[in-house]
């Protein structure tokens, strides 16, 4: 028994000493992962910039402000740089290198930690004929599992292909779909929306979405819809046809009410150019109606894509090999080359600039234009477009210069167009064989937030970065990130606006953007002074309806 009380007299004593001690003691701050001090914040929102601090804890912004005497296990000092929201990019490619190609390096340099993928064709759902060892994955939930457990340096999130269903359900065939088939399509879009797509996208000048009914689209957006989603559409035309183009758009967002996102806004051909103001005044019209619209541009005169994008649409049912079968049938050719030689003389002598062939012998022309390679082989432009797809198995890709820089620069200056580069990071086996690529794979945002600042006076600094990280995350329903504030992601640049620059350029594209100090993606540092740290913090974000979640 004294024992035991001598033991609860000390215990006693000590606990007393304890709470006498913490009454005298101030609380010690808690220690932050990562602060970035002495930076110059541009918030996301369009503010103007304003002094101050950012810490993270885990992969989360806790506080902004000042917190210099708040201690941290990593401080940047940003020396006066601005610190703004990651860069959030509305249509890449680079989910499909980065199993190959973690680091992205090409987007990790622009300030781009979140991209969005899945322009009309997503890398599933997919038949299971056509699953293989390097593409294993059936529904887009196993993709997205794969991709998440794969390192990467930046997040992605991933839209389902309209092109998908129709093509598991129907093929490349020119008809619509039956009531059953529209059910089972329907079905595979529930699927993908449940397992993470965060909306849908249509691709309309490209197999087989070419051959869509409206209806079509409009049953499968209600699905999407269904599940909060958003529909991102690559129109049916960006040229000639382009108002019927968006008639169908603003349609299929009224009566699937969903909200509708314009890839790479553009008015093509020569004869279309000074069209913009027209373009944009209908999309106002759209808005001003109640339909939710809005687009993204790359900021270049030139769009990429497959010099197949050419022929008709009917020449290419059944696929790229029938196009081919088709151009040995004399009747079929000249209607081809019939179309062809109108597309050709509606770009002009350097319209149509080759970037990569299938074929090797076909090598020594690529980065020329088609008028030099018709040259070379002596025959009509027509026919040395139908040759390259005789001897390539797939089509040859190309940039088009079909775009005025006027209308680039009318368009980007909406305060409700975002970016979207529409290209991917190249890899390092990309880079050293010297492939032809387009330069916005390198420098989109560099230049958006560099030269049409800087240069060109289009806007303000806060207000080119709100275009590429607030106004992108609205539009594809990204929740937490796009705006520096306590709770939201800790995706972060550090950059200097006097510096940031696109680089790359069409005759010699494989050069990184400068300017970029330092990238934190999801609260970790994955670039520090210029050096890529192999970090690989990205994610996959899932849509609202991952797991089956309806929207409210």
Known sequence: MKIGKIVTNAFATTVAMLLAGCATMPNPKPMLDLKITNGRIVDGTGAPWFRGDVGIEGDTIVAIGDLHDTPAETTIDAHDLLVSPGFIDLLGWSYENSFDDPQVEA??????????????????????????????????????????????????????GASNPREMVIGDVNRAPTMDEMHA??????????????????????????????????????????????YFTHMRDEGDHIDSAMDEAFRIGREAH??????????????????????????ETAR?????????VYPYAASGTGLSTLVPDWALEGGYAELRKRLGDPDARAKIAEAL?????????????????????????TKKYVPEIAAAMNVAPEEAIMKLFET???????????????????????????????????????????????????GTFARVAGHY???????????????????????ANLTDRGVLRPGMKADIIVFDPNTIADVAT????????VGVADVVVNGKLEMRDGNVNGVYAGKVIRGKGHRGRKAE
């Open 107 to 160: 987007k990790l340099r622009q300030g781009v930690t979140t991209e969005v993928g899945g322009e009309g064709t997503s890398p599933a759902p997919q038949r299971a004929d056509k699953v293989t060892p390097k593409a294993p994955w059936k529904t887009l939930g196993d993709f997205l599992d794969a991709l998440d457990h794969h390192p990467a340096a930046i997040n992605f999130a991933m839209l389902v």
């Open 185 to 230: 399509m329907e079905a595979i879009v529930e699927q993908a929306m449940r397992d993470g797509a965060i909306g849908i996208s249509t691709s309309l000048i490209y197999l087989p979405a070419m051959y869509s009914t409206t209806d079509e689209i409009i049953n499968l957006a209600k699905v999407a819809a269904k599940y909060g989603g958003v």
């Open 258 to 283: 969903i909200p509708v996102n314009i890839w790479h806004l553009k008015i093509g051909g020569r004869a279309n150019w000074g069209k913009m103001p027209h373009v944009l005044e209908r999309i």
């Open 288 to 296: 001003a109606e109640g339909i939710d619209v809005a687009a993204n």
């Open 341 to 365: 030689r109108a597309q050709v003389a509606k770009r002009g002598e350097r319209g149509i600039y080759i970037t990569q062939v299938y074929n090797k012998d076909d090598e020594r022309y």
């Open 392 to 442: 390539n198995p797939a089509s040859p890709r190309v940039i088009f210069f079909s775009m005025s820089e006027d209308d680039v620069r009318t368009a980007l200056k909406q305060s409700w167009v975002s970016v979207g580069s529409d290209g991917s990071s190249p890899s390092p086996a990309i880079r050293a064989a010297g492939t032809a690529v387009h330069p916005r794979s390198y």
């Open 453 to 475: 600042v800087r240069d060109e006076h289009l806007f303000t600094i806060e207000e080119a970065v709100r275009k590429m990280t607030s106004q992108a995350a609205i539009r």
């Open 506 to 513: 069409f005759e010699d594209p494989h050069h990184m953007s």
